[in-house]
Each structure stands twice: as structure tokens, then as C-alpha cells.
């Protein structure tokens, strides 16, 4: 059976959208369904992958099948392709199976020629309107078939509108337009020493190969890195007929958004744009009007906007981006997807929906990309500032940024490579800057509106920005932007604020951005459905005020090394290391003592009845050792040689120096007991402390440890104090079996793990050779943020199953810096782990992201 390439929208039951595109698979749905939707068809990007196999070509019976499709349309709407009377005009679009807002092409008004334009013209008796689709069709043609450089049509079009002191092409007299389209006509000729097409055959047919060329264009390519797409998906194509915007003040186009893409309120949302086609609204070359002003101007278009796209929203169960088209006052919509928004509008649909009976609350929370949940958690501009604000755009993308204004999407690139902080500043929205946006903090644009590309993209990363500035010119030739006329050169340290649209010029206060309202609704539901409990790595009571705050069970690791990084501090543990014999060693203690009592006190008082686990010190020598030219005898020089190492992250670390050096440990255990003791006193309540030893590697060590610990907790008559280990070695997940007899808990050190199973040093990995591999794809993520899980995920399920399958159950948990990463936590329930630990900040992505593990299987 020959495979199936062409779709008609009124037929396509038995596919999906990875055949259809999501453009196409929408359009069809929304034929079926009543929907006025132009007709048309959908070529599938299994043709793509055929055009790609065959080195860039499409069989003739594919051609004769097209063009028997093509007849088909001209049935459907009483029109001839390239008629001498009242022609049909097609536009091609693409539509990759996951949405790609603006990065690959369109061309409209395809079988337009020199008689065509003239037929188009008496039949719609409106000349301005067919040379202003003429006039489109060279241009897009051009620049997307022919690849030629919008500047050098903009040149001639800049010529034109200032002949007639024009603002724009819609302003242009018909005659105008008519020598706007020869002048356009010449460009290509000069460009490509061919005239423009005139058969429109060839037209759509080289349109559609040029669509599918565009996927692997640079910047579908950048996108798709990006966004983790993969390359081998392809793009499918859709040929629609006509219908014009541009026909006349009853004409328009707009696009919309079911919900507000941004704050999520539950309110259509959108602009447009009066006689105006495709793409005018999202390239941000003219600023539209609000979508509620088409009440005013299109009454009866804008009532069946309402109930359209409320039809469609309830059909897709979700929040839809829609585009639609007047003409002369009937409404088409031309597509609808699964709109992009911000993890703050995310959060606020999910709920809303659940209240309006439109999805579940486990549909709600599978709706939230964990990851996302970051964004809510931006800093914002403080209320009090108190600094001017210069101007005011619209807010695209909430939270606020700050950074060197940079003019170009290669020298912002550039510029962060180094580490420095840019705001894209630039005059209007091209999705060829989308390297530039990923390196940026922040994008600030002058024109354009809320559903221009930039303000899609830059939601979609999460990334504050401001689009249509008010005031704001850009001029690149100087290399400086001017607000208000003020001058500013490229370089000045600018801020935006996303949420509220302001530009601010200097650094003014920032302040966190709350986590309040839906987004507690919502994790209150994910807490509802997980197994997993999700704990906190805190080493301060600060940090366990935040730990709880954003919802943490307990402290899952209290890293006791971390106590000692204070300016104050770090002098009295370097003593303590570069002690030489017992007695300074134990005088340094007895500083460190008092310290490390009051810290534990802290937190024991902010965890309440939580539990707080508590690893015992793990230095790595290196990072506490002074620099060798800080010495302040010879004989502390000495002494630094003497304990400088090859191999820090292999050498005297963890349990290592809790057995050489035991004071070290049981002046630590003295301090949890005695700060145990005072809360107990203060409050009549236990805290529930743990100790946990790091790096253990044999069951002999645990031993020897457990029986130090056990004699102080015992000397301070303090009971109850379960002991357990950090699983951080290959041979310990071994031996899991055995341990399990010394240790009363354990947690997976997944940071070492990986370190020591990987044989990929922590300290080097990422500078030395893991953006490499991550680029060329030896591995698709970098171990130490997304676990391995064929191989150290490996060693994990021996661990725990060992110990599982002899009837104990003990608890496992795991505290690298996976506990926070979603993927991995997805492993880390399947595995049959009781909790896992991270820092405060992602306490929400692991609630969230562990109850989607759960929803899942
Ligand atoms: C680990 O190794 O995963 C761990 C939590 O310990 P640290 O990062 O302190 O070595
Ligand atoms: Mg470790």
C-alpha cells in the first residue's frame, strides 16, 4: 500500500498532529467540527522526511497527487488557481508536530501573477488591495523560495512610502502599490537573474519544498536545541485557500489568546489589526489595537470571535492561541494550538479550570512543567524603588532583569559567554535574534505587541520582556537607543521589569517574588498525590526558615561543613585542620564547639517536630585548606604542603577524617546533643536530629563510627538518635546488604555517585569536556544535573533491592543535586525511594515533579 501524503482538512480521522503538524491536525479538528476554517489540505511530515531521504525532491506522482488536491479546492470554492476570473489564491504554511511560533516560513497570496492581479482586482473591485497581496507575494517569495535579504526589498519600499509620505504599505495610493510591485518585481531579478514566477504551479510548488527546507533553517535549528525537539520530527505544510485581511477598512486580522498568555486571568486576550494580513500582527511592524476594540469596529465578527474560540477552548480542554482573519466583517479563524505561556499563567489556568470543571487535578498538575516553576520564583522590582521610571511597554514576560544594553543578538551572545549580563535592546522583533534571547537576561523591544514573536519566545523561556516601548528608538548605526530623546549608548546598565512593562535606567532593589495564591492550591494537590517526601538541604536556620516556607518535610542534609564558610568562621576551622598534634586540634574545637551548638539550636527550633538530618563534617581538604601564600609562619606553609593532596575528592575526606581525627566528630555530636538538650528544656519537645555519616565506603568504618557517636550520645544521656549512612561510593551500593546491619538509614549522595562511578571528577567535568558532550550528543544531559540512570540509576536498584529483597525496609532517600531535578526524581520514585532532598529554592519543582511521577505510572 503506498503511503498517504495528502490530508484534506475535511478528512484526516485516522491521523494525528505527529503526521498533520499541530497547525494541521487544528485546522482539521476545527473543519470538523464547525469551525469556519477556509478549506484546505495538509501535506504530512512523512513527506518531509521523503523530501529530505531523496535529497531534496518529491516524486512526480506526489506532484500529480498535490495538484488532483489542488482541483479539488478549486471545487470547493468556485475559484480557478491562477483563473482569469475571480483566481484562487492559496497561502502555505508550516506546522511541525510541536509548535514552533515564527520560526519557520509562510507565504500568502501564492497564484497571484501579472493577470491573475488584474482578475483579482475587478472581482474584488478593489485594485489597492490586489497590488498590496502582489506586492506581499514578491516579497515573501522572494525571501523565503529565493532566500533574498529583506533589506534589500525594505530599501525600496522605504523609497516608496517616503515618495508619498506613507507610514506604512496600507497607506500607499494604488498606483503606488502597482509600482511598488515592479520595483519589488526588479529586486528579484537583480537578486536572482530570473523574473518572478509567473506560473503558480511552480509558485506553490517551490513554496512547499521551501517550507520543508526551513526546518533545518538556523534559526528552527537554535529553537529546536533549545527546546529539546528532536530533528528527525519534520514539519508539515498547509495549503489553504485564501481569505483576505487586507481587503478594505472591513477587513483585518488578529490573534488571540483564549486566557492571558501572561497572568493567566480568564479573559480573551489579543490584538489586531484593521485591513491588514498574516503576518503584520505578529512581526510587530505596526502596533495593534486590543481585541475588545473589535466590538466597535467589527460587532458581529467580534460575537462570534466570543463563541468560537470559547467552542474551542472547551473542545481542547485547554487554553487556546488562536489566529483569525475579517473579511469584509466574516470571521475565519486560520489556527488554533495549545497557546505558550508563563509557569505563573500555567499555574493560574490549571487551577481555574479544575474549579470550572474542565480538567481533573491530576490533569492540573500534569499541565505544569516543574521546571517552569522557577519563573515564579523571579525576582520582581520592588515596590519602593524609588528610582524614575524612563519609559513603559508592554509587559510580555513577567519578572525583571538587569544587564548592559546590547543591540545584537551576536554581541549579546558574545558578551554572556564572558559572564556579563545583557538586555537585548532592539527596534523590532525578528526570530532570527533567538540566539540572542537565550543569552540575554531580558529582551526590550520597540515595537511590536504582545503576541509578537518576541513576547511568545521569551515566555515561553521564561524570560522577562518588554515589547511596543513607548519612546524608545534604536538606532543601530550609532549604536545607541534614545527614550524620549534622551541618549543612551550601547553598554549602560538598564532594567526591565517584565511584569508591569517599566524601564529603568541603573540598578534599582529587587525583591523575590512570592509563591502564594494558585500555586499553593496547586502543590497542595501534588502533596496529595506523591509518595515521595520532599526534604530540604539546609545548613542554616535561615535556610531552614526558607526550606519550610516553601513547603520542606524536614532537613534531608544539613551539610556541617557549610557552617564553618563565614568570614568569622573559616579562620577557626582552618585551625582546627592545620592542627599538628592533639592538643591544638582539641583547643581549636572548643572554639568551633559553642558555634556549632548555636547553629544546631537555630535549626532545630525552625523544624519543630521535623526531622533534621545532620551529616557529619565531609571536607573536601582543598576547599578549606588556606592558600599557601596566606601563611603566616613557615611552619603553617609546612603544614599546608603536608596536607595538600593530588586528588582532594578522593583523598581525606568524609568518615576518613572522622576516624583519623574522632575528636573532630564527637566535639560535633556534643553539639547536637547539647542543642537537643536545651530545646527539649526550653520547649518540652524533642527535635528529632539524625546523624548521618558521609563517604562511608565499608561496613568496618560504620562500625567504628557508630560506636564514637554512640558513646557521646550516651555520655549526654540523649536517646533515640537514629545513625545512618550517605551512599556515595559504587562499592557501598554493593554491599548495600551488608551495611544495612550498622547503618539505621541511608541516603544516596547521587553528587559522588556519579563522581565516583563515572570516574567524571565534579570539579572539572563541566569546564573540561561536558559542554562537548552535550553538544555533540555522547550524552544527552550532563550526569550531574539529570542522573544516569542506566548506570548509576543502576547501582541504585541494586542497593535497594538487595536490602529489600531480604524483607527489611529501611529508609532511602537522596540528597545530590538530583533530589530537585524532575526527570530524575521520576526515577527516584520509580526505585521505590522514601524522600528526597534539595535546596530550598526547588522544593516546589520536587513537590510538584513527584506527584507527577506518581500520576504517571
Ligand atoms: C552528594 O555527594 O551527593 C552529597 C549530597 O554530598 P556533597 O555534595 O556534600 O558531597
Ligand atoms: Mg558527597
Same mark, same amino acid.
Given at each position: 500500500?503506498t503511503?498517504?501524503?495528502?490530508?484534506?482538512?475535511?478528512?484526516?480521522?485516522?491521523?494525528?498532529?505527529d $503526521?498533520?503538524?499541530?497547525?494541521?491536525?487544528?485546522?482539521?479538528?476545527?473543519?470538523? %467540527?464547525? +469551525?469556519?476554517?477556509?478549506?484546505?489540505?495538509?501535506?504530512?511530515?512523512?513527506?518531509?522526511?521523503?523530501?529530505?531521504? #531523496?535529497?531534496?525532491?518529491l516524486?512526480?506522482?506526489?506532484?500529480?497527487?498535490?495538484?488532483?488536491?489542488?482541483?479539488?479546492?478549486?471545487?470547493? &470554492?468556485?475559484?480557478?488557481?491562477?483563473? &482569469?476570473?475571480d483566481?484562487?489564491?492559496?497561502? *502555505?504554511?508550516?506546522?511541525?508536530p510541536?509548535?514552533?511560533?515564527?520560526m519557520? !516560513?509562510?507565504?500568502?497570496? $501564492?497564484?497571484?501573477?501579472?493577470?491573475?492581479?488584474?482578475?483579482?482586482?475587478?472581482?474584488?473591485?478593489?485594485?489597492?488591495?490586489?497590488?498590496?497581496?502582489?506586492?506581499?507575494?514578491?516579497?515573501?517569495?522572494?525571501?523565503?523560495?529565493?532566500?533574498?535579504?529583506?533589506?534589500?526589498?525594505?530599501?525600496?519600499?522605504?523609497?516608496?512610502?517616503?515618495?508619498?509620505?506613507?507610514?506604512?504599505?496600507?497607506?500607499?495610493?494604488e498606483?503606488?502599490?502597482?509600482q511598488?510591485?515592479?520595483?519589488?518585481?526588479k529586486?528579484?531579478?537583480?537578486?536572482?537573474?530570473?523574473?518572478?514566477?509567473?506560473?503558480?504551479?511552480?509558485?506553490?510548488?517551490?513554496?512547499?519544498?521551501a517550507?520543508?527546507?526551513?526546518?533545518?533553517?538556523?534559526?528552527?535549528?537554535?529553537?529546536r536545541?533549545?527546546?529539546? $525537539?528532536?530533528? =528527525?520530527?519534520?514539519?508539515?505544510?498547509?495549503? #489553504?485557500?485564501?481569505?483576505?485581511?487586507?481587503?478594505?477598512?472591513?477587513?483585518?486580522?488578529?490573534?488571540?489568546?483564549?486566557?492571558n498568555?501572561?497572568?493567566?486571568?480568564a479573559?480573551?486576550?489579543?490584538?489586531?489589526?484593521? /485591513?491588514?494580513?498574516?503576518?503584520?500582527?505578529?512581526?510587530?511592524?505596526? =502596533?495593534?489595537?486590543?481585541?475588545?476594540?473589535?466590538?466597535?469596529?467589527?460587532?458581529?465578527?467580534y460575537?462570534?470571535?466570543?463563541?468560537?474560540?470559547?467552542?474551542?477552548?472547551r473542545y481542547?480542554?485547554?487554553?487556546?492561541?488562536?489566529?483569525?482573519?475579517?473579511?469584509?466583517?466574516?470571521?475565519? +479563524?486560520?489556527?488554533?494550538?495549545?497557546?505558550?505561556?508563563?509557569?505563573?499563567?500555567?499555574?493560574?489556568?490549571?487551577?481555574?479550570?479544575?474549579?470550572?470543571?474542565?480538567?481533573?487535578?491530576?490533569?492540573?498538575?500534569?499541565?505544569?512543567?516543574?521546571?517552569?516553576?522557577?519563573?515564579?520564583?523571579?525576582?520582581? @522590582?520592588?515596590?519602593?524603588?524609588?528610582?524614575?521610571?524612563?519609559?513603559?511597554?508592554?509587559?510580555?514576560?513577567?519578572?525583571?532583569?538587569?544587564?548592559?544594553?546590547?543591540?545584537?543578538?551576536d554581541?549579546?551572545?558574545?558578551?554572556?559567554?564572558?559572564?556579563e549580563?545583557?538586555?537585548? *535592546?532592539?527596534p523590532?522583533?525578528?526570530?532570527?535574534? %533567538?540566539?540572542?534571547?537565550?543569552?540575554?537576561?531580558?529582551?526590550?523591544?520597540?515595537?511590536?505587541?504582545? =503576541?509578537?514573536?518576541?513576547?511568545?519566545?521569551?515566555?515561553?523561556?521564561?524570560?522577562?520582556?518588554?515589547?511596543?516601548?513607548?519612546?524608545?528608538?534604536?538606532?543601530l548605526?550609532a549604536?545607541?537607543?534614545?527614550?524620549?530623546?534622551?541618549?543612551?549608548?550601547?553598554?549602560?546598565?538598564?532594567?526591565?521589569?517584565?511584569?508591569?512593562?517599566?524601564?529603568?535606567?541603573?540598578?534599582? !532593589?529587587?525583591?523575590?517574588? /512570592?509563591?502564594?495564591?494558585? @500555586?499553593d492550591?496547586?502543590?497542595?494537590?501534588?502533596?496529595?498525590k506523591?509518595?515521595?517526601?520532599?526534604?530540604?538541604?539546609?545548613?542554616?536556620?535561615? !535556610?531552614?526558615?526558607?526550606?519550610?516556607?516553601?513547603?520542606?518535610?524536614?532537613?534531608?542534609?544539613?551539610?556541617?561543613?557549610?557552617?564553618?564558610?563565614?568570614?568569622?568562621r573559616?579562620?577557626?576551622?582552618?585551625?582546627?585542620?592545620?592542627?599538628?598534634?592533639?592538643?591544638?586540634?582539641?583547643?581549636?574545637?572548643?572554639?568551633?564547639?559553642?558555634?556549632?551548638?548555636?547553629?544546631?539550636?537555630?535549626?532545630?527550633?525552625?523544624?519543630?517536630?521535623?526531622?533534621?538530618? %545532620?551529616?557529619?563534617?565531609?571536607?573536601?581538604?582543598?576547599?578549606? @585548606?588556606?592558600?599557601?601564600?596566606?601563611?603566616? /609562619?613557615?611552619?603553617?606553609?609546612?603544614?599546608?604542603?603536608?596536607?595538600?593532596?593530588?586528588?582532594?575528592?578522593?583523598?581525606?575526606?568524609?568518615?576518613?577524617?572522622?576516624?583519623?581525627y574522632?575528636?573532630?566528630?564527637?566535639? #560535633?555530636?556534643?553539639?547536637?546533643?547539647?542543642?537537643?538538650?536545651?530545646?527539649?528544656?526550653?520547649?518540652?519537645?524533642?527535635?528529632?536530629?539524625?546523624?548521618?555519616?558521609?563517604?562511608?565506603?565499608?561496613?568496618?568504618?560504620m562500625?567504628?563510627?557508630?560506636?564514637?557517636?554512640?558513646?557521646?550520645?550516651?555520655?549526654?544521656?540523649?536517646s533515640?538518635?537514629? +545513625?545512618?549512612?550517605?551512599i556515595?561510593?559504587?562499592?557501598?551500593?554493593?554491599?548495600?546488604?551488608?551495611?544495612?546491619?550498622?547503618?539505621?538509614?541511608?541516603?544516596?549522595?547521587?553528587?559522588?555517585?556519579?563522581?565516583?562511578?563515572?570516574?567524571?571528577?565534579?570539579?572539572?567535568?563541566e569546564?573540561?569536556?561536558?559542554?562537548?558532550?552535550?553538544?555533540?550528543?555522547?550524552?544527552?544531559?550532563?550526569?550531574?544535573? &539529570?542522573?544516569?540512570?542506566?548506570?548509576?540509576?543502576?547501582?541504585?536498584?541494586?542497593?535497594?533491592?538487595?536490602?529489600?529483597?531480604?524483607?527489611?525496609?529501611?529508609?532511602?532517600?537522596?540528597?545530590?543535586?538530583?533530589?530537585?531535578?524532575?526527570?530524575?526524581i521520576e526515577?527516584?520514585?520509580?526505585?521505590?525511594?522514601?524522600?528526597?532532598?534539595?535546596?530550598?529554592?526547588?522544593?516546589?519543582?520536587?513537590?510538584?515533579?513527584?506527584?507527577?511521577?506518581?500520576?504517571?505510572?
Open positions: 500500500m503511503v498517504q501524503f495528502i490530508f484534506d482538512f475535511r478528512d484526516t480521522s485516522t491521523v494525528g498532529p $503526521i498533520l503538524g499541530g497547525k494541521g491536525f487544528g485546522l482539521s479538528k476545527m473543519t470538523q %467540527i464547525g +469551525i469556519p476554517v477556509p478549506p484546505g489540505f495538509v501535506v504530512s511530515t512523512e513527506a518531509c522526511k521523503v523530501f529530505y531521504e #531523496q535529497g531534496g525532491r516524486s512526480n506522482e506526489f506532484w500529480q497527487d498535490f495538484n488532483s488536491q489542488l482541483n479539488e479546492l478549486e471545487v470547493q &470554492t468556485d475559484k480557478k488557481f491562477g483563473g &482569469t476570473s483566481p484562487l489564491l492559496v497561502s *502555505v504554511r508550516s506546522g511541525a510541536i509548535s514552533m511560533p515564527g519557520m !516560513d509562510t507565504i500568502l497570496n $501564492i497564484g497571484l501573477n501579472d493577470q491573475a492581479v488584474e482578475a483579482l482586482a475587478s472581482a474584488s473591485d478593489d485594485r489597492h488591495f490586489a497590488f498590496d497581496s502582489y506586492r506581499r507575494l514578491v516579497q515573501m517569495y522572494g525571501e523565503v523560495v529565493e532566500g533574498i535579504d529583506k533589506r534589500a526589498f525594505d530599501d525600496v519600499l522605504q523609497l516608496a512610502l517616503k515618495n508619498e509620505k506613507a507610514a506604512s504599505p496600507i497607506a500607499l495610493s498606483s503606488g502599490l502597482e511598488l510591485v515592479g520595483a519589488f518585481k529586486v528579484f531579478e537583480k537578486e536572482t537573474s530570473k523574473t518572478f514566477p509567473q506560473d503558480p504551479f511552480e509558485q506553490v510548488h517551490r513554496c512547499v519544498m517550507v520543508f527546507e526551513s526546518w533545518h533553517g538556523k534559526r528552527a535549528q537554535t529553537y536545541e533549545m527546546q529539546s $525537539i528532536p530533528n =528527525t520530527l519534520g514539519t508539515a505544510v498547509n495549503v #489553504q485557500a485564501m481569505v483576505y485581511g487586507n481587503l478594505g477598512e472591513r477587513s483585518g486580522t488578529g490573534v488571540c489568546f483564549t486566557r498568555p501572561s497572568t493567566g486571568e479573559k480573551l486576550y489579543g490584538e489586531f489589526l484593521q /485591513s491588514a494580513q498574516g503576518e503584520d500582527v505578529v512581526a510587530g511592524i505596526r =502596533t495593534p489595537e486590543p481585541v475588545e476594540k473589535m466590538g466597535e469596529i467589527f460587532p458581529d465578527a460575537l462570534d470571535l466570543l463563541h468560537h474560540t470559547s467552542a474551542l477552548e481542547n480542554r485547554d487554553m487556546q492561541d488562536i489566529e483569525f482573519t475579517i473579511q469584509q466583517n466574516e470571521l475565519f +479563524i486560520l489556527q488554533t494550538r495549545n497557546g505558550k505561556r508563563t509557569a505563573q499563567a500555567a499555574v493560574k489556568m490549571a487551577v481555574d479550570m479544575t474549579g470550572e470543571g474542565l480538567i481533573s487535578e491530576d490533569e492540573a498538575i500534569m499541565r505544569v512543567d516543574p521546571s517552569d516553576l522557577t519563573q515564579l520564583l523571579l525576582p520582581q @522590582l520592588h515596590d519602593d524603588h524609588g528610582m524614575d521610571i524612563v519609559a513603559t511597554g508592554l509587559g510580555a514576560s513577567p519578572g525583571a532583569a538587569v544587564g548592559f544594553i546590547t543591540l545584537d543578538a554581541i549579546a551572545e558574545q558578551r554572556a559567554q564572558k559572564g549580563h545583557v538586555i537585548l *535592546v532592539r523590532e522583533t525578528s526570530p532570527d535574534d %533567538i540566539h540572542g534571547f537565550i543569552a540575554a537576561q531580558g529582551i526590550l523591544t520597540a515595537k511590536g505587541g504582545l =503576541t509578537s514573536h518576541a513576547a511568545v519566545v521569551a515566555r515561553g523561556m521564561g524570560k522577562p520582556c518588554i515589547t511596543g516601548c513607548e519612546g524608545l528608538d534604536v538606532d548605526e549604536r545607541h537607543i534614545s527614550i524620549f530623546g534622551v541618549i543612551y549608548d550601547e553598554g549602560t546598565l538598564i532594567t526591565i521589569d517584565g511584569t508591569t512593562g517599566s524601564v529603568i535606567i541603573g540598578e534599582p !532593589d529587587l525583591v523575590a517574588a /512570592s509563591n502564594e495564591g494558585e @500555586l492550591t496547586l502543590l497542595k494537590w501534588a502533596d496529595s506523591r509518595r515521595l517526601k520532599v526534604m530540604a538541604n539546609a545548613d542554616t536556620p535561615v !535556610d531552614a526558615r526558607n526550606a519550610k516556607r516553601f513547603g520542606a518535610e524536614g532537613i534531608g542534609l544539613c551539610r556541617t561543613e557549610h557552617m564553618f564558610f563565614g568570614e568569622d573559616l579562620p577557626k576551622m582552618q585551625r582546627m585542620i592545620l592542627a599538628n598534634n592533639v592538643e591544638s586540634r582539641a583547643e581549636a574545637l572548643e572554639e568551633l564547639l559553642p558555634i556549632q551548638t548555636e547553629d544546631f539550636y537555630g535549626i532545630f527550633k525552625e523544624l519543630g517536630e521535623s526531622p533534621v538530618i %545532620i551529616r557529619l563534617l565531609d571536607p573536601p581538604l582543598h576547599e578549606f @585548606l588556606p592558600d599557601k601564600s596566606e601563611a603566616t /609562619s613557615s611552619e603553617i606553609a609546612r603544614r599546608i604542603d603536608e596536607l595538600s593532596e593530588t586528588n582532594p575528592m578522593l583523598g581525606m575526606r568524609g568518615c576518613r577524617l572522622g576516624l583519623v574522632p575528636e573532630i566528630y564527637e566535639m #560535633q555530636v556534643r553539639a547536637i546533643a547539647d542543642a537537643s538538650v536545651k530545646v527539649r528544656d526550653e520547649s518540652g519537645i524533642w527535635p528529632r536530629a539524625q546523624i548521618m555519616m558521609p563517604m562511608v565506603g565499608f561496613i568496618s568504618e562500625v567504628q563510627l557508630r560506636k564514637n557517636v554512640q558513646a557521646i550520645l550516651d555520655e549526654r544521656t540523649v533515640d538518635v537514629p +545513625i545512618g549512612m550517605m556515595e561510593l559504587p562499592r557501598t551500593c554493593v554491599v548495600a546488604d551488608e551495611m544495612r546491619e550498622a547503618a539505621d538509614f541511608f541516603s544516596f549522595g547521587t553528587n559522588d555517585l556519579t563522581q565516583t562511578t563515572l570516574g567524571f571528577s565534579r570539579d572539572d567535568a569546564n573540561a569536556f561536558m559542554g562537548k558532550y552535550t553538544d555533540e550528543g555522547i550524552l544527552v544531559s550532563n550526569p550531574f544535573e &539529570t542522573l544516569d540512570v542506566s548506570g548509576v540509576g543502576k547501582l541504585i536498584n541494586l542497593a535497594v533491592d538487595s536490602v529489600e529483597s531480604g524483607g527489611h525496609h529501611m529508609s532511602f532517600g537522596a540528597c545530590g543535586e538530583h533530589g530537585g531535578d524532575p526527570a530524575s526515577f527516584f520514585h520509580a526505585a521505590g525511594l522514601d524522600y528526597v532532598s534539595c535546596s530550598p529554592f526547588r522544593i516546589p519543582i520536587a513537590r510538584l515533579a513527584a506527584a507527577q511521577a506518581a500520576i504517571s505510572v
